[in-house]
Structures are given as C-alpha cells and as structure tokens.
C-alpha cells in the first residue's frame, strides 16, 4: 500500500488517510512508515454493528481494501451507507478462488456490491468475475512501484559491514513454518567457505521457535535484536527485527524468497529484485504467480523444486561472478519495467474524490 498511499497524501492533502490493521505487528508498521501523517485503527471485526459505527465514526469519503481483503458485511454496509468502496491491487488465486466459491451468494454479493475492482493481472481479474464480479480493470501490481526508503538503503550498508563486508551473505526472507529446517538441512556442508546465512522469519511469533530450532541443532547464531557486530564464527543471523527486510535485502548477495518451498504461496520477490539481488523461490509461489513467472522469464529469478537445488543454485551464484552479475540486472530491468500501476488506479480512484 505504500506508493498508494504516499501519491494519496500528495494528491489529496487535505483529507485525511485512515489506515487500518488487524494485528498489533500491522499496527507498528503502518506507525515506522508513515508516523503521524496518517490516522491508524483496528478494522472492526466483520459485524455489522460493528462496522456501522466505524463507518458513523470516521465518515470515509471512500474505502480502499487491499488485495484479498474482502469482508462481507463491510461491503453490504458500505453500499448501505453509500461509501464508495474499491477492491485495489486484487489478487485472487486458484486456491483462494475455491474457499471463495463455497459460498456463492456472500461471495457474489460482496463482489457486486464493490464500486469497482482494479485487479493486478489479466487471470486474478478472470477468477474474480468467475465468482461474481461484474467487471474488473487491468492495473498491474502496486508492489512494482515501492522504491526502497533511503533509511533502509542506510541501515543495509550498516548490517553488511557488521556481517563482513568480504563475506558471502545468504538472506532466507518471510520463511515459514517448518521452512528453516529445510533451508538448514540443505545448507549443511555446503562449500561455500564463511557464508553466513540471515534468516528473517514471516511472524514475528516464530522467533522464539526458530532460535529454539538453531539452539537445538548447535548452529552457532546471534540475534538482530541484540545490535552487536557479528563474529566471524557465527554461522546464522536471526533477523528477529520489524520492518527492516529492504535493509536485510540490500545487505545480502542472494535472497530466497519464504513460504515457497512449502505451499504456503510465496511472498513478493519485487522488492529483492529492484535492489538487484538474485532471487530463488521453491515451487509454490500461487500468492505471486505472474510476477514470479515474469521474474524468471526475465532471468531475476531462479525457481528450485527442493532444498538440495536451492544449494546447489546458491553454490552457483556465489562461486560465477558473471551469473550473478548477469541476474543482478536481469532483478533491476524487471523490477523497472512492470511500474506503473499507482498512476493507473489513481486515475480509477479520482472520480470518487475530485468530484
């Protein structure tokens, strides 16, 4: 959401933005990126009482849900209170679209009763028609148009001279559950002398189990948390850190984007790339597909079926100073390509607050 809503507060600086969240790690987000210059709440749960007061509260002038954000009743009162209310960046899986089907009259209605859907590609906005959207734009995928915050670009300098600046650095970003224990698995041994791996897991909940699993294994790891330099014995970084994963990626000399080696659908490989650092990702990347199959059709990215391949694809890159080179700006091209899609959904969003 962060280009949408730093072109809103240039365009629109009189309103006010209200963002909204649903955990207190979404909370302290939305406050280190954009501090007072937007108001932040909780999303109300999905009741209707409940969202008729949010609404009676804040009176928005429109409503922008992100992604997959589709709540129902929010929806229906919105059309009821006659807020505007716009489906952005819409993305919807194969698998999402199934859970979605299996209530079809909520699913329709939510999807009717939307002002308008601005979906990322041509085959999310083919799945959301299946289900009941009347008709979805074409925008392309906001995520293309973050550039990395000059703070972070800093503080990653700051990070790779406390890792060692001659020192091979692996960054494991977003992993999930049961995903370090595969990536440790398949990094065993391998001949890469002094790599130093970060491991930066999705959940803030997890840090405690993963340096549990580190303990465990007798791997020898510091934690983020603690701001002291690295030794040169240590093999594994902890990233148990907040809002820090572009300083993690401008750090590192490859990244592996999480939740792909299991299917748990990937995460976004966009912001690894526009800082031209060679990507791989396992199998499962559904959450992200078209920008994935773009990124390695491009040569920025490296899909691996296991955790053995993604060894011996890292082992690769580190040792064939050309391929690296040659992906690190196949991941710059891509990542400048595709932008464009904040300018497309402004134009979408104007009528709504110009008229």
């Known amino acids: 959401a962060v280009p949408l809503i730093e072109a809103l507060l240039q365009r629109y600086p009189h309103h006010r933005i209200l963002l909204t969240h649903m955990t207190p790690t979404g909370r302290e987000t939305g406050e280190s990126l954009f501090g007072e210059r937007v108001l932040r709440c909780y999303l109300p749960y999905d009741f209707p009482w409940a969202i008729r007061r949010f609404l009676r ?6 409503g922008l849900l992100m992604e997959t954000e589709i709540w129902f009743n929010l929806v ?12 952005v960046n819409a993305r ?15 699913t ?51 990070l790779r001279q406390g890792f060692g600046a ?19 698995d398949a990094l065993n041994g391998i001949a890469i002398p002094g790599l130093l791996t970060v491991i930066v897991p999705r959940h803030p909940q997890r840090f405690v189990a993963v340096a549990q699993l580190l303990e465990a ?40 984007i999480g939740g792909s080696l299991l299917p748990c659908g990937g995460q976004n490989l966009i912001e690894a790339a526009c800082l031209g650092k060679p990507v791989l990702v396992g199998a ?26 993604l060894a011996r694809e ?15 700006q196949a991941g710059l091209r891509f990542s400048q390509q595709y932008r464009g899609a904040t300018a497309r959904l402004m134009a979408l969003i104007a009528p709504c607050l110009d008229g």
């Not at 229906?76 to 489906?87: H, I, Q, S």
């Open 217 to 256: 294994r007798g791997i020898l790891f510091q934690r983020r948390s603690t701001n002291r330099p690295i030794e040169p014995e240590t093999r594994v970084v902890l990233g148990d850190s907040m809002g820090e994963l572009f300083a993690y990626y401008a750090a590192c000399d490859v990244a592996f």
């Open 314 to 328: 890292l082992e690769n890159l580190l040792q064939n100073p050309a391929r690296h080179e040659a992906m690190a």
């Open 166 to 184: 001659t020192r091979p650095v692996f960054l494991a970003a977003s992993t999930r559950a049961c995903e370090e224990a595969l990536l440790l």
């Open 76 to 87: 229906a009162e919105c059309r009821a209170a006659k807020v505007p209310l716009m489906l």
């Open 92 to 106: 919807m899986s194969e698998k999402s679209a199934l859970k979605f089907a299996r209530v079809p009259a909520l």
């Open 57 to 62: 509260h804040f009176r928005p002038q429109i």
């Open 108 to 158: 329709g209605a939510a999807l009717t009763g939307l002002t308008r859907i601005a979906a990322q590609t041509e085959s999310d906005a083919r799945r959301l028609q299946a289900l009941g959207a009347p008709s979805a734009d074409i925008i392309g995928n906001l995520k293309f148009d973050i550039a990395p915050p000059p703070a972070m670009l800093e503080l990653g300098a700051t």
């Open 284 to 309: 499962h990347t559904y959450n992200f597909a078209e920008a994935t199959e773009l990124a390695i059709a491009e040569g920025a990215a490296v899909r691996v079926a296991d955790g053995g391949e």
